[in-house]
């Protein structure tokens, strides 16, 4: 089997080793891809999405997974082309990507098939969204539109309101768009992941995910600072409930609103004391949480991913182990405002106890060593029967690496588990 897996982040490189460790033993190739994965995988040579869908079909590609969102809603959206091309894609088509790519397409299919989630304005102008917002704080705002992770803003006061508003509407930080003025909503937040075969679906294993820069929850938002992943994260209960009042009637919307689905599917809960409530959905898994769940999973992947994609629905090909995953993420300096290139990375091959998923590195050859190469750098995972054995053994294999001036996080795995 040949796969071709599409991205380049730690979440690809996560997802190509969980592949290429299928007992089928699948052939990787990969486009855009990072040198990490091109230890794995063969680079796909060519410059964008159409020259890599020909190729695929020249080379008789069996499998496309798409890792990361850009690619689905891009031009005709690459499960499309896919379709078109007849391979099969594990990865929704840009119709269904739309959850992901508009918070308001989302919003209106959430209140559609009545799936709990925070009430919310959509505002066109400035001055709607402060009449929307009428003064009640905290208020959370967010850009209609694809932005990177930085288009949500929870604004304790006025002045932080004011500063998102300016951004959106005055500087077109985002490019044109609409705001949603959503409901604020509190409790413990957990990511849970869906397969989705048209009409059926699997629950994967649950995780959490550390958002912000510093302990405690403190800084600015990021891409993730590391996650925690573990079928008891979730009590059977909680499941239950989140199965029965949001995934369940999710995939009967989709199914009603002639959305077809195959691929991951990441839902966004705040676990609020109102029950479960949907914040987002994102049509792909998550980044960090991937590189947490993926070394849990048994079973094949890639023949789950392909029989998937092609329309058939194998969940006993896939299974998770019942201990806890941690990963812990280096970040560069100045991250995530700006990041740093270049900066030697040390200790790689001390982490002989964990396993390193790379994000933003490059192999220099006159160093004869990775370098930094963008705002999140590596993570380091590690697995244990119990949550402590993970995250002391995570936290101790992070600590071999290092390189000037890197952020990370102590906290992780520790923080929202007293
Ligand atoms: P999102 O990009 O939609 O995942 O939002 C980023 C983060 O903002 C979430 O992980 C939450 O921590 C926070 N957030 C989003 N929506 C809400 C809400 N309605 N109430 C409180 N916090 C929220
Ligand atoms: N971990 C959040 C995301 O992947 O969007």
Not at 113 to 123: E, L, S, W
Not at 358 to 370: L, N
């Amino acid at each position: 089997m040949k796969i071709a897996v599409i991205g380049k982040g730690g979440r690809e490189h996560a997802l190509v080793k969980a592949l290429k460790d299928s007992p089928s033993s699948p052939e990787i190739f990969s486009f855009p891809g990072s040198d990490a994965i091109n230890k794995l995988a063969t680079p796909i040579p060519v410059k964008d999405m159409h020259e890599l869908v020909a190729w695929m079909k020249d080379n008789t590609i069996d499998l496309c997974v798409a890792g990361e969102e850009s690619y689905l809603v891009k031009d005709e959206g690459l499960a499309n082309c896919c379709r078109e091309a007849g391979i099969p894609c594990w990865g929704p088509v840009k119709e269904s990507a739309q959850l992901e790519a508009s918070k308001e397409f989302a919003k209106d299919f959430l209140l559609r098939h009545n799936i709990p989630t925070g009430m919310a304005r959509v505002a066109a102008n400035i001055e709607e969204a402060r009449a929307f917002i009428n003064n009640t704080y905290p208020t959370v705002l967010k850009f209609d539109g694809l932005a990177a992770g930085k288009g949500v803003a929870v604004c304790p006061d006025e002045p932080t309101a004011e500063e998102f508003l300016k951004e959106v509407f005055t500087d077109n930080r985002f490019g044109p768009g609409r705001l949603l003025v959503e409901e604020f909503l509190t409790g413990p937040e957990v990511s849970i992941f869906g397969a989705l075969v048209d009409d059926h679906y699997l629950i994967l294993c649950p995780a959490r995910d550390y958002k912000r820069l510093q302990e405690n929850d403190l800084g600015p938002n990021t891409g993730g600072m590391g996650a925690v992943a573990s079928r008891q994260l979730v009590t059977p209960g909680m499941l239950e409930l989140i199965e029965r009042d949001i995934v369940a009637p999710t995939v009967a919307g989709l199914r009603q609103d002639g959305l077809p689905y195959r691929g991951f599917l990441y839902f966004g809960l705040m676990l609020t004391p109102n029950g479960p409530k949907v914040i987002e959905y994102n049509c792909r898994f998550g980044d960090p949480e991937c590189q947490a769940v993926m070394p849990l999973l048994k079973g094949d992947l890639a023949q789950f991913c392909l029989k998937g994609a092609q329309g058939e629905f194998a969940p006993s090909l896939i299974s998770f182990d019942n201990g806890w995953s941690v990963c812990c993420v280096l970040a560069s300096a100045g991250y995530p405002a700006s990041s740093h290139s270049g900066d030697a990375i040390l200790g790689l091959d001390n982490v002989d106890r964990g396993f390193v998923y790379h994000a933003g590195t490059k192999w220099d050859d006159a160093r004869q060593c990775y370098v930094t190469n963008g705002g999140r750098v590596l993570a380091v995972v590690a697995q244990g029967a119990t949550l402590d054995e993970a995250r002391k053994l995570a936290h101790s294999e992070t600590d071999k690496v290092t390189f000037d001036g890197f952020q990370r996080r102590s906290d992780i795995a520790y923080a929202s588990f007293e």
